[in-house]
């Protein structure tokens, strides 16, 4: 199993290699924060955690709804490179991240429970509900 670090390139990067059975990932199986969307959540986690947005995402934080495949394929792409020291990946990677807004937080999240409580809007600005 990939490392907390790579978990993002290295699950998406099986899954779509066919080595990877999206069902069995997430916060449990049947669960509507489990399968695909939450491995290419990992991708888009990844990214936020590299470039320090002050806040650690969680597989229930409502964050890259705008992601498709083809954007987790180039994100993971360019994460793969920049790790084996591509500066001029590493560049496209922050670029992509700087100006994406699919790839940024907002001012607020929205949090869904992974025990099917409604869900709540944090201000990432103040950490409050």
Excluded: K, N
């Excluded at 907390?4 to 998406?12: E, L, P, Q, T, V």
């Excluded at 997430?26 to 491995?39: K, R, T």
Aim: charged letters at 25%.
């Amino acid at each position: 199993m990939p490392s907390a670090r790579d978990r993002g390139r290295g699950h998406w990067t099986g899954y779509r290699a066919g080595r990877l059975d999206p069902t069995r990932y997430g916060v449990a199986a049947g669960s509507p924060l489990s399968g695909l969307g939450c491995i290419r959540l990992y991708v888009v986690m990844e990214v936020l955690h590299r470039y320090g947005y002050g806040y650690e995402t969680l597989l229930w934080d409502g964050v890259a709804d705008g992601i498709t495949d083809a954007d987790a394929d180039q994100i993971s792409h360019l994460l793969l490179a920049a790790d084996a020291g591509d500066t001029t990946a590493e560049d496209h990677l922050e670029h992509q991240v700087d100006t994406d807004p699919d790839l940024r937080l907002g001012p607020t999240l929205t949090q869904f429970s992974p025990y099917g409580d409604p869900p709540i809007t944090i201000d990432l600005r103040s950490r409050r509900v």
